[in-house]
């Protein structure tokens, strides 16, 4: 009996590394510019707003190994193995990096002086910049035509661009 998972085997290619990384990238930023979007002009201090940025993605990343490691011991036939949890460590820990480089970008944005609207704004279309980047990453490692990766890289821009627009429209 062959067991069918949800979740993929260890990538062996460096092309599926890559992708696998920006995957995770792209699912951070989103959920960090969504964190943005919902502060708005409400800042709680540029302090506590890094640190709720940053923690957030410390709690994505923490979030995708757990689901990972845990989708590996339900697929597989044993418990999964230290190499494994490392390599779904490893994979996963690029989910974090969004919203901790969001958390850079509004503490050096506070120290300048930057007015709190702007700040917001300026990380939000950082946010998108890195979603098209992290996307014509993923689609790199992919054997996807060109035109189907230009689509994907294309619909995430949309996808950060409705963000930017929907903190707009709230605030």
């Known amino acids: 009996m062959t067991v069918v998972g949800r979740t993929a085997p260890p990538p062996t290619e460096p092309g599926e590394r890559l992708a696998g990384r920006a995957r995770s990238a792209v699912y951070g930023t989103i959920i960090a510019m969504s964190v943005l979007a919902y502060l708005g002009d409400h800042e709680p201090g540029p302090w506590v707003?890094?640190?709720?940025v940053g923690g957030t993605g410390i709690v994505i990343f923490l979030a995708e190994a757990y689901a990972e490691v845990v989708g590996r011991a339900f697929t597989g036939v044993a418990a999964p193995s230290g190499?494994?949890?490392?390599?779904?460590?490893?994979q996963?820990?690029?989910?974090?990096?969004?919203g901790l480089a969001a958390g850079v970008v509004l503490l050096v944005t506070a120290l300048l002086r930057?007015?709190?609207?702007?700040?917001?704004?300026?990380?939000?279309?950082?946010?998108?910049?890195?979603?098209?980047?992290?996307?014509?990453?993923?689609?790199?490692?992919?054997?996807r035509r060109p035109a189907v990766r230009v689509a994907w890289?294309?619909?995430?821009?949309?996808?950060?661009?409705?963000?930017?627009?929907?903190?707009?429209?709230?605030?």
């Open 153 to 171: 890289t294309l619909a995430s821009i949309v996808v950060g661009s409705a963000i930017v627009l929907l903190k707009a429209a709230l605030h």
């Open 114 to 143: 930057v007015p709190l609207a702007t700040r917001i704004d300026i990380t939000l279309w950082t946010g998108v910049l890195a979603l098209a980047l992290c996307s014509a990453l993923a689609g790199r490692g992919t054997r």
């Open 92 to 98: 996963s820990c690029w989910a974090a990096v969004p």
């Open 49 to 52: 707003t890094a640190v709720t």
């Open 83 to 90: 190499r494994e949890v490392r390599d779904a460590l490893a």
